[in-house]
Each structure stands twice: as structure tokens, then as C-alpha cells.
């Protein structure tokens, strides 16, 4: 009978409180059940403690409309005793992945607080149906209705509002015991990657075909080309006119045409084509330089927009632990078990994960920014990607490393290109101390005699004062240079493979240990204390391990993408710079 006359009193209370409300494009519906657990509640609430006999959960079933934000609960039970269970009721339509999964693989936008545009309206049955999800409030946290408590539920924008419900079942903590425990795992297994997400094969191509930088490598390696051409053309002939003894005896004298032809002589034609081709060898490395600098860059900054997104879900958890752990401190020091200070500590706490939650999504935004200039596509929306920061590390030694470096480097190459350059310019400036010769032959028609006549003439330069002898000794400076230029190469590279790999394998060892200790450890102790709980551990201590748990989860994301990051740097020849003028 006590549990009819609840049920009455509420059903009249909430009739009271949509009476007068116009009815809206996609209601909202809201019904109460008599106090006996629902059947689409069990799995949710197998998370949280069971209540004391004789506490019943009274379920509330919210249709959330797919545009508008999560609904405020307008009224309690009065006479529940027992956790009051939220139900959240999808619409059909709405994906239902993990949210962490689409934390880890779609940029997170800013979470913003909206107004409802809809109000709660008794249940109609033409409201879309979907899932039951749940939310739980302590029962020492409900109220009557005049005085009603809103459980503290962030509201994302629409879009994400669904997403951001399924992930986490709010608790707000007892002053003394609670009976429910928030248990949030860190680093689940991911969903289906979505049909829309990016590849790291589709954003190449489009770098590919969109970034500057590697158009113009390509154009000059073309240029190169046209230089290759260009210096094994032989010498044009030359034709002309030639007139003689015009107006002698007033006749036009002699009348006829001439022809000549410079022959190349020490086979420069062939050390000039060499030297060309050495050039266009260089320029091929120097497009290779730019596309591994291009896809290097691209690579890196893929898994920092995943480890961004990752990271914007942890500490959007530190910051809920942070809000509870205030609230709960709030609490204490109401009932005079804790000072005025540790209120101030957990304050501190709270705004401290805020500003790091903030700062984690200006790291995204920056990130993916970084990724779309790198494409060429600046105005690219954002878009999931398809990846895991999780996947097995490459293993790499020092000796190993080093002697792929030198054997593959394209900067390597090209620098020798350079030496082989030089070595063929020396001979052909030597070359050039030998003159070409010069031909002319003529034929005149002689009026005077009515003869024809003919003309022949060789012309040869005669090397006195410009045997070439400038050329020659720049020529072997370049080579001295180039040769110096490879000695270079080679220590700059092992220069910066000494910091890189150090980075490398401060930060794999550190991703090491993380896995193999202080994350199963950190784990661990939250589970021991969750088991124990609140016989063993208040809620306090409970929310310690948590924030502990989160921050060494954060910690391992931020060496997970610098292992990554120097990982792709050293297997891609330590090229970085994508948006680098080729040849910089």
C-alpha cells in the first residue's frame, strides 16, 4: 500500500509539472515504475553495491531527443529509500559504440553547457524507443521533491550527449557510506574502427597530391632535367651571307652564302652530360628527402592527435574524480570531520584537472591543425582516424639503427651524388683548356669573271692567356668541398640519431615500465580498495587511488607518443620538417 501511495503522489507531482507546457517537435517522455528493479537495469547496475534490504531502486525512464541536451530530472520519490536509477532511453538511429572508442578515434570538440529546448513530457507512443542506459544517485542524496538535488551530469554538446551518458554512471558520494562505487577502466578494448575513419594510406595520398613542399621537389627535379638535355646539344650551325667587290667595274661583285659549324672537341659534350646528371641525381635524392620529411611529419602527427584524443578523455575523467572528491570534502566539513583546508586541497584539485582537461583539448585542436596544414588541406573538417597508440613497439639497437641510416639515407646519397658531381666538373673544366674548332665553307658567284667561286676556313682558339685556369681550381675546391660535405653528412646523422635514440629509448623504457608495474600496480590498488570498501577505505581514500590511477595513465600516453614519435623519426632516416622549402 506505501509503495502504491508513492507512486500516486509522484505520477500526480508530474503531471503538475508538465501541465501547461506545449508539445514539442520530438518529446521527451518520462514515466515512473513501481519500486521493483527493471530487467533493462541489471546489467548497469551490477556495477554498483547492492543496496540494504528493504532499499528498492525507483526507476525513471528519459527519452533524450537526438538534437537536444540531456533533460534535468524535474522530481524524486519522496518516499524512496533506495539508489534512484536514471534510465536513458537512446533513440533508435544513435550509435551505441563505446565512447571511449570514439574518444580514441574522432577529434573531441569542445564540451559545452546548453540549454534544453525541450521540455519533459509524459510518455506518448509515438516517442522514438531505444536502449535504457542507467545513472545512479546514493540514496542518502535523494531529496524531496520542493527540494530537489540535479544528479551532476556535464552536458556536452547534442552531438556528443548520448556518447558522453553511456560512458560513465555519475555517483554522488554519501556524506557518510555510500553504496555505489564508480569503477571507470582505463584503455578499453576499442569498437569497430567507423566506416568514416581516415587511414594512414588515404591521408598520404592526399599529402601526396596536395602539399607544396613535394611539388616543388618534383619541379626541380625537372628543372634538373631540362639542364641534363640542355648540356649534351651539340652546337647549332651557322649560315649566312657573304658579298665581295660590290660595285667593282659596276657590276655587284661577288654574291654567295657561307656556312660554318663549331666541332666540340676532349669530349666535353659527354663530362657535361655526367656532370648534369649528377645534378638531376641530386635533385631525385633531394625529392626523396622531401617526401620521407612529408610523410615522417604526417605519421608523427597522427599519433598525436590519438594520443590527444586519448588524453582528453582521461583527464575529463580526472576532472569528474576531482568535481566528486570536492563535493564530498564539501560534505565532510559540513558535518565537522574535516578542516576548512583540506576543502581548499580538494578546490585546488578540481581547478587543476579542469585547467589539464583544457589544455589537453587545445593540444588536439593544435594537433590535428598541424595534421591538415601537413596535408595541404587546411580547411579539412576533422575526422576519426584508424589507429592504435597501443600497438606493439618496433625493437631498435644502436648498431642496427646506425648502419641502416648510412646504408639508406637519402642525404647520404645525395651527398655522394655531390662528390661524384664535383669529380666529373674537375675533368671538364680541364677539358676546356682544349679549344673547339671552327668551320666555314662558302660558295660566290664571281659577276665580274661569270666563275663561281668557293671559300673554306678553319679557325682554332689559341690558348695563351685563358687556359681556363680559374675554373679549374674552383672546380677542385668544390670537390675538396663536397667530399667534406659527405664527412659531415655522416656526423650530423650519427649526431642526431645519439639524441633521437636516446629519447627513444628513455621513452620505450619508460612505456615498459609502466606496463609491466605502475599501471597493473595502480590498478591493482584501486581494485583492493574498491573490494574493501567502505569496511576498509572511506570514500576519500577511494577517490585518491582513483586520481592516482588516471595521472599514471596520463603520464603513460604522453611517453606512448613520444616513443611513437621517435620511433617514426629514426625508421624514417631522421628526416622531419614537411612544410620546409625542399633543399632548407
Not at 88 to 104: E, N
Not at 294 to 302: H, K, Q
Not at 493 to 516: G, I, K, M, N
Request: charged share 20%; with cysteine; hydrophobic share 40%.
Amino acid at each position: 500500500m506505501k509503495y502504491r501511495i508513492c507512486c500516486i503522489s509522484i505520477a500526480a507531482l508530474l503531471a503538475t509539472s508538465v501541465c501547461g507546457i506545449a508539445l514539442a517537435r520530438e518529446p521527451v517522455h518520462c514515466s515512473v515504475a513501481t519500486p521493483v528493479a527493471s530487467p533493462v537495469d541489471d546489467a548497469p547496475a551490477a556495477r554498483f553495491a547492492q543496496p540494504p534490504a528493504g532499499h528498492g531502486p525507483s526507476n525513471w525512464a528519459v527519452a533524450v531527443p537526438v538534437d537536444h541536451s540531456p533533460p534535468q530530472v524535474a522530481a524524486q520519490p519522496a518516499s524512496a529509500r533506495g539508489p534512484v536509477n536514471w534510465n536513458v532511453a537512446v533513440p533508435a538511429g544513435r550509435s551505441s559504440a563505446h565512447p571511449l572508442r570514439q574518444f580514441a578515434r574522432q577529434p573531441m570538440p569542445q564540451l559545452v553547457q546548453q540549454p534544453m529546448k525541450q521540455p519533459i513530457r509524459q510518455q506518448s507512443p509515438a516517442a522514438p524507443a531505444g536502449r535504457i542506459l542507467s545513472v545512479t544517485v546514493p540514496a542518502a542524496y535523494q531529496t524531496p521533491a520542493e527540494n530537489v538535488e540535479q544528479p551532476p551530469m556535464p552536458i556536452p554538446q547534442p552531438e556528443l550527449a548520448i556518447q558522453h551518458i553511456e560512458n560513465e554512471s555519475i555517483a554522488t558520494p554519501a556524506v557518510r557510506q555510500p553504496e555505489t562505487i564508480v569503477d571507470t577502466p582505463f584503455l578499453p578494448e576499442l569498437q569497430p574502427v567507423p566506416p568514416d575513419a581516415l587511414t594512414l594510406e588515404q591521408l598520404e595520398r592526399i599529402a601526396l597530391r596536395y602539399n607544396p613542399t613535394l611539388a616543388q621537389a618534383a619541379m626541380a627535379v625537372r628543372a634538373a632535367q631540362g639542364e641534363c638535355v640542355q648540356a649534351g646539344l651539340y652546337p647549332n650551325p651557322e649560315i649566312g651571307y657573304e658579298g665581295a667587290d660590290v660595285g667593282l667595274e659596276d657590276t655587284s661583285g661577288q654574291q654567295g652564302a657561307v656556312f660554318g659549324q663549331e666541332f666540340v672537341t676532349a669530349g666535353k659534350l659527354r663530362l657535361g652530360r655526367n656532370v648534369a646528371g649528377h645534378e638531376l641525381q641530386q635533385a631525385r635524392r633531394g625529392r626523396q628527402i622531401q617526401r620521407l620529411k612529408v610523410l615522417n611529419d604526417l605519421r608523427i602527427a597522427c599519433y598525436e592527435v590519438l594520443v590527444a584524443q586519448r588524453t582528453i578523455h582521461v583527464n575529463q575523467q580526472l576532472l569528474n574524480i576531482g568535481e566528486e572528491a570536492l563535493k564530498v570534502t564539501q560534505k565532510l566539513r559540513d558535518a565537522q570531520e574535516l578542516s576548512e583546508a583540506n576543502v581548499l586541497q580538494a578546490r585546488i584539485e578540481a581547478r587543476t584537472a579542469s585547467v589539464s582537461l583544457h589544455i589537453a583539448r587545445n593540444r588536439h585542436t593544435a594537433a590535428w591543425r598541424k595534421l591538415v596544414n601537413l596535408l595541404g588541406r587546411p580547411r579539412m573538417e576533422a575526422a576519426p582516424l584508424d589507429g592504435d597508440v597501443e600497438e606493439e613497439l618496433p625493437q631498435l639497437d644502436w648498431e642496427g639503427t646506425l648502419n641502416n641510416i648510412w646504408s639508406q639515407s637519402p642525404e647520404l646519397a645525395q651527398a655522394w651524388a655531390g662528390v661524384r658531381r664535383a669529380e666529373c666538373n674537375v675533368r671538364l673544366q680541364c677539358a676546356e683548356r682544349i679549344p673547339n674548332i671552327s668551320v666555314g665553307v662558302g660558295t660566290k658567284w664571281d659577276t665580274p669573271a661569270g666563275e663561281t667561286l668557293a671559300d673554306v676556313g678553319v679557325g682554332i682558339a689559341i690558348p695563351i692567356f685563358d687556359r681556363n685556369q680559374g675554373n679549374i681550381t674552383k672546380a677542385q675546391a668544390e670537390l675538396i668541398d663536397a667530399k667534406n660535405e659527405v664527412r659531415r653528412v655522416e656526423l650530423d646523422l650519427r649526431d642526431r640519431l645519439a639524441s633521437a635514440f636516446e629519447e627513444y629509448d628513455s621513452a620505450r623504457q619508460t612505456v615498459a615500465t609502466y606496463r609491466a608495474s605502475i599501471l597493473p600496480d595502480a590498478k591493482k590498488s584501486q581494485d583492493m580498495i574498491i573490494a574493501h570498501y567502505p569496511d576498509q577505505f572511506d570514500y576519500l581514500t577511494l577517490l585518491t587511488a582513483q586520481r592516482t590511477y588516471f595521472a599514471v595513465s596520463l603520464e603513460y600516453l604522453d611517453a606512448l607518443g613520444q616513443t611513437w614519435s621517435k620511433c617514426i623519426e629514426i625508421d624514417g632516416m631522421l628526416l622531419t620538417g614537411g612544410l620546409e622549402a625542399p633543399g632548407e
